[in-house]
């Protein structure tokens, strides 16, 4: 009998601010398609309904907690043009951006487009933070 090692993992999902609710259902972004999940194998995935982006954590290099936002710079799926940064955004309250060492795709399809960090706004920010081994603010 061959013994197999499952990954735990660690789910963290979006925190989804009521008014914006059915406009993000349209695009597919819903709670149970939008989470943060860590797992012990070190690996980060975010899921934002059709978006994916996914990574090591030893890619981190750090977080930071941010907001409260302004709706149009945080809500849905966005670049920044100013760092070329994702964000997926389900709230206006809080979130936190995390910076990687190699940027990721997750905005387009392919490796083409590429991002040093993401801002995600789930519902418990100090825990991602914590468990991606950084301080968040």
Not at 23 to 28: I, N, R
Not at 42 to 63: A, D, K, S
Not at 89 to 104: E, H, I, K, M, Q
Not at 112 to 124: E, F, M, N, Q, Y
């Amino acid at each position: 009998m061959s013994q197999r090692r499952y990954a735990m993992s660690r789910r963290f999902p979006f925190r989804f601010d009521p008014a914006f609710r059915p406009v993000l259902a349209l695009v597919g972004i819903r709670p149970g398609t939008a989470w943060v999940e860590v797992d012990d194998d070190g690996w980060l995935l975010v899921r934002f309904g059709p978006w994916r982006l996914t990574t090591t954590r030893e890619n981190v290099t750090g977080v930071e907690r941010g907001g409260p936002y302004r709706w149009w710079r945080v809500i849905g799926a966005h670049l920044s043009l100013a760092d070329a940064g994702a964000t997926f955004g389900s709230s206006t309250s809080a979130g936190l951006c995390v910076r990687f060492r190699t940027p990721v795709p997750a905005l387009a399809p392919g490796r083409w487009l590429r991002h040093p960090a993401v801002t995600i706004t789930v519902a418990d920010p100090d825990g991602l933070a914590g468990l991606l081994g950084g301080a968040s603010r």
